[in-house]
């Protein structure tokens, strides 16, 4: 019995240096790539792309669906863009509130003819607006029936005008520059085709957002947002970076993404049958060109490119990492040919691994260990200067990379302007590895019952409470 608990407990501690491990590598690489992003960044003439005669048509997809709240306010900030030539495509999923009555009305929209070149399957197309006055002409109001996201994602591909594409949320707040910033690995590269480029996504709950603009960037007044706000940090900022430079980058946020339309379409557009339907395109087009032989990138931009609205309840919150999990389960599933596969060199290696073992698979080991402690403490066999020692040193560890992201993320761009703020994210650091991190375990442990035991397929509800107004600005009014 002695030689299965000290086989089970060293499989656990190896478990837990390779995940660290992994962990500490990545910081180091997206430090390197941070570094040279900002220096990068601050010799860029971008005014030049802005009056290029090259620069490309991007068409803007949103997908909104009773997005009633902030829908009239985020066509204006999306229209504001600071870019020569795009389009604005909102696709109205067959909202069951007033989302495109307010949007008729405030774009004073009209139904016009138009012929769809379905390249691509969706669901049927009720009717094409479009605006009467002229300073509102690049924005085109699909209205269908309801499909899900990646089915209006490929409706708006079917009549977008331009050879790129940017998939986003209708709700959030794209920074005025992001297009300009995007579409600049697309022309800098000419060994290999870019076929898709993200940003970083940052939480904007309690920051001033006045006509869809983002005017004053604040920390976030409730805890499960703040939480959030580190955890973005850590992902985007020390992981989806990492990932960019060794070239093995799976998943671009679906608020915010640049896409090759060609290939998308080549690839048969997004895939309707799974709530991950951001991820399971990268890797479906990733894999698309490595089996024809292709040079290609995936590229990460290390710019706070885009602001939206985190859960800020447990609920909402717990429906969205079910979902996340569920999508990740699927994309893994789905293309499980690639696990280990060197045909797709870093990515089948590398990449897919990390994602079954540290991502799919992390909080049911996690759990597991748990739940073992559990056992043999009540049976009196538990090492307790061992657990102390394991536990001191992980929740540290914890605590260090949550640190080093939050005062990296501060050097490089300075968003939260007073040292309050700081401070209460680092506050907050020390607090999440005992009241946020156990949710996020229980909700990937619900989210893989989910998927293996009751089927779920469907999104769950994600219930926007619009953009809240700080405390201290509400005790001024």
Not at 34 to 63: C, Q, Y
Not at 220 to 248: H, N, T
Request: charged share 20%.
């Amino acid at each position: 019995m002695s030689i299965i608990k000290t086989i089970i407990e060293v499989l656990f501690l190896l478990y837990t240096i390779s995940i660290l491990s992994f962990y500490f590598w990545l910081a180091v690489v997206s430090a390197k790539e941070l570094l040279k992003n900002v220096r990068e960044s601050k010799t860029t003439n971008f005014d030049a792309l802005l009056s290029s005669s090259f620069a490309p048509v991007i068409s803007l997809l949103a997908p909104a669906y009773n997005e009633s709240l902030t829908i009239v306010d985020n066509i204006r900030a999306l229209l504001g863009l600071y870019y020569p030539n795009f389009e604005i495509i909102v696709i109205n999923d067959g909202s069951k509130d007033d989302s495109l009555e307010k949007t008729i009305k405030a774009f004073d929209l009209e139904l016009v003819p138009f012929a769809i070149d379905y390249k691509i399957k969706c669901q049927t197309i009720r009717g094409i607006y479009k605006s009467k006055v002229k300073a509102y002409s690049n924005l085109t109001v699909i209205d269908k029936m309801n499909g899900g996201k990646a089915d209006a994602l490929n409706a708006g591909i079917n009549i977008a005008k331009g050879d790129y594409f940017i998939s986003i949320d209708v709700d959030s707040i794209i920074d005025p520059h992001a297009l300009k910033k995007l579409i600049k690995p697309f022309f800098e590269e000419t060994d290999k085709r870019v076929i898709a480029a993200g940003g970083v996504i940052q939480i904007a709950n309690s920051c001033i957002i006045e006509n869809g603009q983002l005017v004053e960037v604040n920390v976030p007044d409730k805890f499960l947002p703040r939480c959030q706000v580190i955890e973005y940090s850590r992902s985007f900022l020390m992981g989806r970076l990492a990932w960019s430079r060794m070239d093995g980058l799976l998943l671009i946020s679906g608020a915010l993404g640049l896409f090759d339309k060609e290939v998308v379409i080549n690839c048969g557009g997004y895939y309707t049958k799974t709530v991950g339907e951001d991820m399971e395109l990268v890797v479906r087009m990733r894999k698309y060109m490595a089996d024809n032989n292709l040079k290609y990138k995936v590229v990460y931009i290390s710019d706070p490119l885009c602001w939206t609205e985190a859960p800020s309840t447990l609920k909402v919150l717990g429906s969205q990492r079910n979902r996340w999990t569920r999508g990740t389960i699927d994309t893994i599933m789905l293309h499980r040919n690639v696990f280990m596969n060197s045909k797709y060199g870093f990515m089948g290696m590398v990449s897919h691994p990390y994602w079954v073992f540290f991502e799919w698979l992390a909080p049911i080991i996690e759990f597991s260990g748990i739940l073992y402690f559990i056992i043999i403490a009540m049976l009196g066999w538990a090492s307790w200067s061992f657990f102390y020692v394991m536990l001191g040193f992980v929740y540290f560890f914890a605590i260090m990379f949550s640190t080093y992201a939050i005062l990296f993320d501060h050097l490089a761009y300075n968003r939260y302007k007073k040292k309050r703020m700081i401070m209460k994210l680092l506050l907050t650091a020390w607090l999440e590895p005992f009241f946020y991190h156990p949710l996020i375990v229980y909700w990937g442990l619900r989210g893989n019952f989910d998927y293996f035991i009751k089927k779920k397929k469907s999104w769950g509800k994600m219930t926007r409470s619009g953009f809240e107004m700080p405390s201290y600005k509400k005790e001024k009014r």
